[in-house]
């Protein structure tokens, strides 16, 4: 016999359910009651769980701040160990998503900044974490490629350019319907972190020529 479902597991649904509708149509558009409907549940238990409509967005958005490692850079990140390599695995998996979703999908983050972002100060809070959020994951990249990149850059700042092609991207092709502009722009980042790690071989720093003399002299 299946357990019967818990109070957890309703929120869970609710949550999730929530997630995708927003995603996919819009904070505004989106009723309480559908949200209900879609998950199954009286419209009574929904407001035990989520009193406000602005309550279960909270909850959406602190879920998405906890499933960006398992379902957004696990999955992207399986099999690829280079950091800067990870960072474009990212962006192909953007791409893969707009694929799939023939452009419908988004991203979430960015989607609900410009519709909440001005009316919702407590969730265009939440918006600010998930993005730091993921700029840490980058910028973690970017520091373990430090000792090929120039002892100048900025890991952070290298996160930010990541962070503004991809959603700039990811919104021009969802305009257009196709992968122009995306793709122009990968190559863009591509050819900018090409330079930055020749430039880094070019001229290595004072103790990076010495490890690597002494390297060539052990060989």
Known sequence: MPSKPTRDDTRERLIQIAMELFA?????????????????????????????????????????HELLQPEVLDPAWDGVDDPIERVFALLAGYRRMLTLTDFQHGCPIGNLVIEVGNSHPDARRLLVRNFDNWLDAIERCFRDAAPRLPPDHDPRRLAVFVLVTMEGAVMVARAYRNFEAYDAAIIQLRDYLERLLADALAHPQPDKARNAKKRSRRA
């Open 24 to 64: 996919f149509q819009g904070y505004a558009a989106t009723g309480l009651a559908q949200i209900a409907r879609k998950a199954k549940v009286l419209p009574g238990s929904l407001y035990y769980f989520f009193p406000t409509k602005e309550d279960l967005l909270h909850a959406t958005l602190q879920r998405r």
